[in-house]
């Protein structure tokens, strides 16, 4: 029982053993899915466990009209927008100068000219550098540049404007750009002493 239809059968005939294997098999990505929108992993671990039991309890709607690790994926970042809507305070706060410096910004501005190529920075530097962002910055971030999502669909899941998403980007990026300017910094210096 190592195929996702053989796990998914087992899972719709009520085996626990099923619901242990799809949880090992999908876990590990998911967790890493769930610590892009939150802030550390004990964080990350509670919105998988929640996404988890949307995934056993829902199982039967997964209509093979995807890839079953796809289909669980947008659980969890459902999971991960619920929990962050659930502890919303004041993630979002945008003043005027910064809502017309957002407009300017279009829905295609590619976020490879953020990051150059040569630079060195690990996956799990950036991960960290991702997750240190404020909530709404983060959140925004996650969908607009990992999930692909729009400006406006970002601003229907959130319930915001599309200028408040707009500036939550800008904001992320400017945040990021300054930590992996600092990171390059420390590098170089580093670099230089040796």
Request: net charge neutral; proline share 2%; charged share 30%.
């Amino acid at each position: 029982m190592n195929s996702d239809e053989q796990i998914i059968a087992g899972c719709l005939e009520g085996k626990r053993k099923a619901f242990n294997l799809l949880f090992r098999k999908h876990a590990p990505v998911m967790l890493g899915v769930c610590m892009r929108y939150c802030k550390n992993r004990i964080d990350a671990e509670d919105v998988m466990q929640d996404g988890f039991i949307k995934v056993f309890t829902q199982i039967s709607k997964f209509r093979k009209e995807g890839s079953f690790e796809g289909w669980i994926k947008r659980i969890m970042i459902n999971a991960a927008i619920d929990n962050y809507q659930s502890n919303l305070k004041h993630a979002f706060h945008a003043d005027v100068s910064e809502l017309e410096e957002a407009i300017s910004i279009g829905d295609d501005e590619d976020l490879e000219n953020d990051i150059p190529d040569h630079l060195n920075i690990g996956k799990e530097t950036l991960m960290q550098m991702i997750q240190a962002l404020p909530d709404g910055y983060r959140v925004v971030f996650n969908l607009y540049a990992i999930e692909n999502f729009s400006h406006k669909e970002i601003a229907s899941i959130l319930g915001i404007s599309e200028n408040t998403s707009k500036t939550q980007l800008l904001k992320a990026r400017k945040a990021l750009r300054k930590k992996i300017e600092e990171t390059i910094r420390y590098q170089y210096i580093n670099r230089v002493a040796i």
